[in-house]
C-alpha cells in the first residue's frame, strides 16, 4: 500500500472560503502532482514540482495555487472557492529518474462547493 | 500543450471476449506508464514501458510501446469481470517530469 495521504476525503464548501487540501507522502518521492478528475473522466494535471521550492502549473489551468517547502507536504489551495471548483483532486508521487517513475495516488479529496 | 489521446472511450465486452485499447501522444514520451482505476478507487499503476517497440506481458495483459515512441498499446485476452474499470495510459513528456496521462478506456463486462 502507498505512503500517501490526503485530507480531507470529502468536504464540502460554501462560495467564496478558502480552503487547503492536503498532501503528505513518506517515500521521500521528489516529484509530486495534483490532478483534476470529474466523475468518470480523465485525470487533469494542475500543478506538479519536482523538489523543494519547484513548483510548474499543469496544462489544465487552475485558479489554485501549491506550495512544496518540505519533500513530503505539497498542499493545494483555493483563495475563494465557486461551484465550477467542484470536482475531485488527486494528489500523486514519484520517485526521481526515468527508470522507477510509477506514481502512487492518494485516495482523493472530493470538494463540493455550494 | 502536449496531449495523450486514447480510444475508444467505452468498451462493453462479454466475458471471455478481447479488449484492446490504445493510446498516441502528440509528442515524443520518455516512458509510457498504464494505470488502472476501479470506480470510487484512484488510478493504479499496472506497468512501465521504456524502450522503443518495447512488449511487456502481465498474466492476460499484453503492453506494447511503439517504435516511435509516441503511441501504445493494452490488450486484455480474454476479459473477466474484474477487469471492469477505466483503463489510462500516461506518458511522461521528452525532457520533462510532466505525466501527462491519456483520456482514458472504460472497459465494462457482461457476465
Request: net charge neutral; hydrophobic share 30%; aromatic share 10%.
Amino acid at each position: 500500500e502507498a505512503d500517501i495521504y490526503q485530507t480531507p476525503r470529502y468536504l464540502v464548501i460554501g462560495t467564496g472560503k478558502k480552503i487547503t487540501l492536503e498532501c503528505s507522502q513518506t517515500m521521500g518521492h521528489d516529484k509530486m502532482y495534483w490532478y483534476q478528475q470529474d466523475p468518470g473522466m480523465e485525470l487533469h494535471l494542475i500543478h506538479y514540482s519536482y523538489g523543494v521550492n519547484s513548483t510548474e502549473k499543469g496544462d489544465l489551468s487552475s485558479e489554485s495555487t501549491v506550495s512544496r517547502i518540505r519533500t513530503e507536504h505539497f498542499p493545494l489551495t483555493l483563495e475563494s472557492a465557486r461551484p465550477s471548483h467542484t470536482s475531485q483532486y488527486l494528489c500523486a508521487s514519484s520517485d526521481r529518474g526515468l527508470l522507477n517513475t510509477e506514481a502512487f495516488f492518494g485516495q482523493g479529496t472530493r470538494l463540493t462547493v455550494v | 500543450g502536449q496531449q495523450v489521446m486514447q480510444i475508444p472511450q467505452y468498451q462493453h465486452v462479454q466475458e471471455g471476449e478481447d479488449f484492446t485499447t490504445y493510446c498516441n501522444s502528440s509528442t515524443t514520451l520518455s516512458n509510457i506508464q498504464w494505470y488502472k482505476q476501479r470506480p470510487g478507487g484512484h488510478p493504479v499503476f499496472l506497468i512501465q514501458l521504456v524502450k522503443s517497440g518495447e512488449v511487456k506481458k502481465q498474466k492476460r495483459l499484453t503492453f506494447q510501446f511503439g517504435e516511435a515512441k509516441k503511441n501504445s498499446s493494452l490488450h486484455i485476452t480474454a476479459t473477466q469481470t474484474t477487469d471492469v474499470g477505466t483503463y489510462f495510459c500516461a506518458g511522461l513528456m521528452d525532457s520533462s517530469y510532466k505525466l501527462i496521462f491519456g483520456s482514458g478506456t472504460r472497459l465494462l463486462v457482461r457476465p
